[in-house]
């Protein structure tokens, strides 16, 4: 629906996870029958979700634990794991500062240069655990570091950054990333992102992208949308570039996963990325909140500490349980923040899904009073949904 701004301008209409809801459909299943796994650049998983590479959320071991629970972990190859040889000081440094200093400190800790050394044995380390190693990286860094990734082995690589096209300007003192030509010459797969539109999407799928992410600004600790004013509501935004996967689809018998990046917090909020088109997720500040996680209960987003324009802050999250717990339960909780996989497993059984493909068509409603309508007492006493 097009929508009139003013004489000179009209808008589309874009929705968010919180504004709609799933509609169970004529048949319901037992939630052990439905099937998880998805793949990603050839990688098979037990569980579709990602946990962002961000320096609060994913370090070796995070990354190694992922892995073994079934899911998937991606390091941050520009952040503190490879400027410092041992991060753990500098991570007390983030944790122990207050809210109107932690900016500065953040641009002075991440002013120390990057070293290829440690990008390659931070790799190393994870493959020496027999777990996956994923990791993300700019366009600027992939073309300063492609060829250390590349021999250090990775076993996926993510080229990030707020927006990624395969149409970027660059100044001529700058050199560009070609992104097909960086898809082909590594390798392993490369996943790209991050992009909200069908026509981005797909040319990133065209580019050979092994995967395509898909957010911008929504995430718990991200300010683009308030600092750049640029972003779409991820439930439009994930179906938009899906739609472009399915095109891709037919035209080329390629099917490339999309993954949705950003502002998911509970099952719920993954459930309905999935019935949106996405075939997998990628979350923060969830596994932020794990035990095992490396931001001492703090959580912050890669452009946090920008010596530019800062477009993130540091949100405290706490510690809630453990990575199992918070991935496969038990839970602890009663707000759908622990046991993400028992929710989707029981969603997909609610709405008679036997696998991600069947969740990705079942029905959705645009339901804005879905989280608040009869919540009056789990509000006001800040329980459950109402926390």
């Not at 027999?130 to 990775?154: F, H, L, Q, R």
């Not at 037919?250 to 719920?268: F, S």
Request: with cysteine; net charge negative; hydrophobic share 45%.
């Amino acid at each position: 629906m097009t929508i009139q701004l003013g004489r000179g301008k009209t808008a589309r209409r874009a929705y968010g996870i919180d504004e709609i809801a799933l509609v169970p459909g004529p048949r319901t299943l037992d939630p052990q029958l439905a099937d998880t796994r998805w793949q990603i650049g050839g990688i098979e998983r037990e569980i579709p979700i990602i946990a962002s590479a961000m320096d609060g959320v994913v370090d070796v071991a995070m990354a190694v634990a992922l892995s073994n629970l079934g899911a998937l972990g991606v390091l941050n190859l520009e952040g503190i794991q490879t400027r410092y040889a041992d991060p753990n000081p500098i991570l007390d440094q983030i944790a122990s500062v207050g809210k109107d200093e932690f900016v500065g400190l953040m641009q002075k800790l991440y002013s120390q240069p990057i070293l290829p050394e440690l990008i390659q044995q931070r790799i190393r380390d994870i493959k020496a655990q027999g777990a996956i190693a994923a990791v993300s990286i700019t366009p600027a860094g992939a073309v300063k570091y492609g060829s250390a990734i590349a021999e250090a082995g990775a076993d996926i690589v993510f080229v990030q950054a707020t927006v990624v096209s395969t149409a970027h300007l660059s100044p001529d003192t700058v050199e560009p990333l070609n992104l097909a030509e960086f898809c082909q010459s590594m390798p392993m797969p490369v996943a790209l992102g991050n992009c909200v539109t069908y026509d981005v999407a797909l040319n990133l799928m065209k580019a050979g992208a092994a995967a395509v992410l898909v957010g911008i600004g929504p995430g718990a600790a991200c300010t683009s949308r308030g600092v750049l004013g640029v972003g779409v509501p991820q439930a439009t935004a994930v179906a938009d570039c899906a739609a472009a996967r399915e095109d891709h689809h037919r035209e080329t018998g390629q099917y490339v996963p999309i993954i949705a990046d950003g502002g998911l917090v509970t099952g719920g909020d993954i459930c309905k990325c999935i019935a949106s088109g996405a075939d997998g997720v990628m979350i923060g500040s969830p596994f932020a909140r794990a035990a095992e996680a490396p931001g001492r209960g703090y959580h912050w987003g890669m452009a946090t500490p920008s010596p530019i324009l800062p477009r993130g802050t540091r949100i405290r999250v706490g510690t809630t349980g453990t990575l199992e717990q918070i991935l496969r339960g038990p839970a602890q909780l009663d707000d759908g923040t622990h046991n993400l996989l028992g929710a989707l497993q029981t969603s997909m059984g609610t709405l008679g899904a036997k696998d991600l493909r069947e969740m990705q068509q079942v029905e959705v409603v645009i339901a804005p009073s879905l989280l608040t309508e009869g919540k009056v007492y789990q509000k006001a006493q800040q329980l459950g949904m109402g926390k």
